[in-house]
């Protein structure tokens, strides 16, 4: 009988497996793995293990129309804080009024979020699987 193809290992390993409990244990170690892979820097092209993605609010506060938008930002968490350090400046022209109520709050948020060991879960979201084990 055929075995049949599975996308990753991971998938393939926790097939095999018997017990519930065991095949959590093989995600949570392939999750760790996945955690410990050394990335590049899309802005520095520094290889670093604690890659970010930081969500930057954008707004334009007119006192009758407002606008607002969202942009991803991945990089290493100095290029991160740097970039929302940008951000959080263009936005104080921009949002007036709305800027300490709204902007500065999430921006400071965004900030702390690049401080903890390891890669932001988004970032392992978008890595590849594990090479199948033959």
């Not at 999750?31 to 990335?39: V, Y």
């Not at 129309?65 to 921009?94: D, Q």
């Amino acid at each position: 009988m055929a075995q049949p193809l599975y996308a990753d290992a991971l998938t393939r390993r926790a097939a095999a497996l018997q017990s519930p409990a065991d095949g959590r244990k093989a995600i949570q170690d392939a999750q760790r793995r996945a955690a410990a892979r050394t990335l590049l820097c899309a802005r520095c092209g520094q290889a670093s293990n604690s890659i970010k993605q930081v969500t930057c609010v954008m707004c334009v506060f007119l006192l009758v129309v407002t606008w607002h938008w969202s942009e991803y930002f991945i990089g290493c968490p100095r290029c991160a804080r740097w970039h929302l350090g940008r951000k959080l400046a263009k936005n104080f022209l921009m949002a007036n009024l709305l800027w300490p109520f709204i902007i500065l709050p999430t921006y400071l948020f965004q900030i702390t979020v690049t401080f903890p060991k390891g890669h932001s879960k988004a970032v392992l979201d978008r890595l590849p699987p594990e090479p199948l084990e033959l």
